[in-house]
C-alpha cells in the first residue's frame, strides 16, 4: 500500500482513503480488480477502508504469549503479504513451535507454496503425526 494511503487508513479519514483508493482501483487491470473484490468478499464490507481496518483486527500482538498448543509455522521464500512475519511469530511463541522453510529450489515459494501444495502436505502430515505421537505416548 503507498505510504500516504496507509497514512490516511492510520488516521482514520475513511472518506478520502475510499476515494483514493476507488481512483487507484480505476486505473487497475481487471485481474487486479478481480483479486481484491476476492480478497475483500470475507469480510462483506463495501468500503475499502472499513475492510483494512477489519483486517488490521487479525493481530496475535496480545495473546501471542498465551498460546501453548504446538504449532507448525510454514515460511515460505518470498512470502509476498507477510514477508518475515513467520520468524516473528516463531520466535514470540513460547510453546512447542516448528518453523518450517519452503524454498523456490523445492518449487515451494511464495505465499501458501502454491506450486508444491504436495510437499507442504507431506511436510505438515509428517509434522502431525510425530505431534501426536509425542502426546498419546
Same mark, same amino acid.
Given at each position: 500500500?503507498?505510504?500516504?494511503?496507509?497514512?490516511?487508513?492510520?488516521?482514520?479519514?475513511?472518506?478520502?482513503?475510499?476515494?483514493?483508493?476507488?481512483?487507484?482501483?480505476?486505473?487497475?487491470?481487471?485481474?487486479?480488480?478481480?483479486?481484491?473484490?476476492?480478497?475483500?468478499?470475507?469480510?462483506?464490507?463495501?468500503?475499502?477502508?472499513?475492510?483494512?481496518?477489519?483486517?488490521?483486527?487479525?493481530?496475535?500482538?496480545?495473546?501471542?504469549?498465551?498460546?501453548?498448543? =504446538?504449532?507448525?509455522?510454514?515460511? =515460505?521464500?518470498?512470502?509476498?503479504?507477510? =514477508?518475515?512475519?513467520?520468524?516473528?511469530?516463531?520466535?514470540?511463541?513460547?510453546?512447542?513451535?516448528?518453523?518450517?522453510?519452503?524454498?523456490?529450489?523445492?518449487?515451494?515459494?511464495?505465499?501458501?507454496?502454491?506450486?508444491?501444495?504436495?510437499?507442504?502436505?507431506?511436510?505438515?502430515?509428517?509434522?502431525?503425526?510425530?505431534?501426536?505421537?509425542?502426546?498419546?505416548?
Amino acid at each position: 500500500m503507498p505510504a500516504a494511503l496507509l497514512q490516511l487508513l492510520d488516521s482514520g479519514d475513511k472518506q478520502t482513503f475510499d476515494r483514493f483508493f476507488d481512483q487507484g482501483m480505476q486505473s487497475a487491470t481487471p485481474a487486479e480488480r478481480q483479486n481484491w473484490e476476492w480478497r475483500a468478499k470475507p469480510y462483506g464490507l463495501d468500503s475499502p477502508f472499513d475492510v483494512f481496518t477489519a483486517a488490521r483486527q487479525y493481530n496475535l500482538t496480545d495473546v501471542v504469549d498465551q498460546i501453548t498448543t =504446538p504449532l507448525l509455522i510454514t515460511d =515460505p521464500e518470498g512470502e509476498q503479504f507477510w =514477508p518475515g512475519q513467520s520468524q516473528q511469530l516463531f520466535e514470540k511463541l513460547p510453546g512447542t513451535k516448528r518453523l518450517v522453510p519452503f524454498t523456490a529450489t523445492e518449487g515451494a515459494d511464495q505465499h501458501c507454496e502454491p506450486m508444491a501444495r504436495s510437499l507442504l502436505e507431506q511436510r505438515m502430515f509428517d509434522w502431525l503425526d510425530e505431534t501426536l505421537a509425542a502426546v498419546t505416548s
